[in-house]
């Protein structure tokens, strides 16, 4: 029989996010300190090496690949990475989240490779918010990103946004209003502790039953039913009762969904993590460049998935927060 990522809770995990980068052009507060050291550049999988364990993966069992970073359009060639993974048989999905300032440029040379789908992080529509929560000032830039993908042909474009107290309150049905108009699909995510400043608190997130009650005052909206694959998709999502466009929350911290968690995470420095929480990471890499056999990295692999934490344990006393912040693990 095939092998396959089952831990001993039962989950079994399809789904694989790769970060090609820890480098960012942002510096966003929920997720940087200003003053970030990265990686060394000989510390990076090459291409090669993510195709390596990407097949790894695929043997088993992975049928989604999410290529995240840092910013990854910061990396050079990202389309050539996409379209030597869309050569992966068994990958039914290839998408990548971005900040969408490398939009501009790169959208028409990622769609070419043969990605469809695209997330792009936008928070706020409002310049100074936009300053005050990514430190730069390129709004207009990241919204020019979003419409060249747009008029490249993306589909879907998810909108996420990182909902935080006090800064997106009075903008959620905004940030509604935005994506109805654009055919964009629009989540948000709340504020999670993997922030490298430290300025988490249990009052800094909005909780997403918040968000909807928000959203549905104003556009009426229904629930859409999850069945299937998608029970394990991290967001609660709706619909526009009067357009099909979709809108979602993904509550994290109020409403954790780890018990249908299908999902596992590759550093950029090829360390696996089986939670964004994890405070023990197995390194693939080493093994990789020593020239370690491929079931071998599958022994380390499954010994990792064997190990997989219930949940995250955000809301619970011990909470400990990982190390490493999210630009650092992929997000
Ligand atoms: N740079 C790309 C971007 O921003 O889309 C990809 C990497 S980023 C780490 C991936 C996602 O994580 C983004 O949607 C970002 O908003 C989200 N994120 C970062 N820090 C977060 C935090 N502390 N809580 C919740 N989401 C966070
Ligand atoms: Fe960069 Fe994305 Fe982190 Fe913002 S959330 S600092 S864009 S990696």
Known sequence: MKQQMLDRFGRIHTNLRISVTDV?????????PEDMTFMPDAALMTFDEILHLADIFVALGVNKIRITGGEPLVRPEVPTLIRRLM??????????TTNGIGLINQAQALYDAGLRRINVSLDTLNEEKF?????????????????????CGFNPIKV???AMRGFTDDEIVDLATFA?????????????????????????????????EKINAVYPLKS??????????????????????EVGVIPSVSEPFCENCNRVRLTADGKFRTCLFSLTETDLLTPLREGASDAVITALILDAVAQKEAGHKINA??????????????G
């Open 180 to 212: 109805r108009q654009n055919d964009y699909q629009l989540r948000f995510i709340e504020f999670m502790p993997l922030d490298a400043d430290d300025v988490w608190g249990r009052n800094m997130y909005i909780p997403g039953k918040e968000i909807i």
């Open 317 to 330: 006393a011990d909470f400990i927060k990982p190390e490493r912040n999210m630009s650092r693990i992929g």
């Open 24 to 32: 960012c052009n942002f510096r966003c507060i929920y997720c940087m």
């Open 87 to 96: 050569q992966v048989e068994g990958l039914k999905d290839i998408s990548l």
């Open 131 to 151: 300053e005050q929560m990514t430190r730069r000032k390129v709004l207009s830039r990241v919204l020019q990103g979003l419409k060249t993908a747009h008029d």
């Open 160 to 162: 996420n946004a990182v």
């Open 224 to 245: 859409v039913a999850l069945n299937g694959e998608s029970k394990s998709d991290t967001a609660q999502r709706y619909r526009f009762s009067d357009n099909g466009n």
